[in-house]
């Protein structure tokens, strides 16, 4: 009877491990609702779990030079990220998951910013004495604000497909054009027009 026993509290014992393990495995739709949170509150250390932070926080536009942003500045954009997680599929090794991304209208922040940073610069230019670096800096971080704060009300959607796929029991995402493109609020899409138009 003893023995019987013994062996019924390591089944129950066991099957309440699987049970407590397998609630805290992540599904590929948490995962996506992880890493777009972790994009809008600027918390780098979750969003590090799935995928290169550098691949999201790093601007590049072939067709000019983009000053670097600080961290306040990128915060100012994410934070008015909202999304809706709508359906996923498999398709081979990876999860697709469906997201509707909303978001400050960056293209045409952008094209402000840097309408007003060439005229800054070439005012500069003709400056008998030059700001200095700091000053220079200051006054730039001050026309992304502006540019940033006159298209707050002006907001694009774009639905696109999150590509996640796991390395042992962790959510990766790959990173995708399609992806950074929504996030960023068309910015990747507006450059590519332009590099077209050239």
């Not at 003893?2 to 309440?16: A, C, H, N, T």
């Not at 915060?75 to 990876?94: H, M, P, Q, R, V």
């Not at 497909?161 to 992806?179: A, R, S, T």
């Amino acid at each position: 009877m003893r023995k019987r026993m013994k062996w019924i509290m390591v089944f129950l014992l066991s099957f309440s491990l699987i049970a407590c393990s397998g609630s805290k495995i992540e599904t590929a739709e948490q995962a996506a609702e992880s890493i777009l949170m972790s994009i809008k509150t600027g918390d780098l250390r979750t969003l590090g779990r799935y995928v290169d932070t550098k691949e999201i926080f790093t601007v590049e536009t072939p067709t000019m030079e983009v000053p670097e942003l600080d961290t306040s500045q990128f915060s100012a954009i994410f934070e008015k990220l909202d999304y809706k997680i709508n359906s996923s599929t498999i398709e081979g090794d990876f999860t697709l998951v469906k997201v509707e991304i909303t978001t400050v209208d960056m293209a045409a922040t952008f094209q402000q910013f840097l309408t007003e940073m060439f005229k800054f610069a070439f005012e500069q230019a003709f400056e008998a004495e030059t700001m200095s670096e700091p000053e220079v800096e200051e006054k730039i971080a001050a026309l992304f604000k502006t540019a940033l704060d006159d298209h707050q009300d002006k907001r694009v959607t774009n639905t696109v497909d999150m590509k996640l796929y796991q390395e042992g029991q962790q959510w990766k995402l790959e990173i995708e054009n399609e992806f950074l493109n929504a996030i960023m609020g068309n910015l990747l899409e507006a450059n590519g027009q332009q590099r077209g138009n050239e």
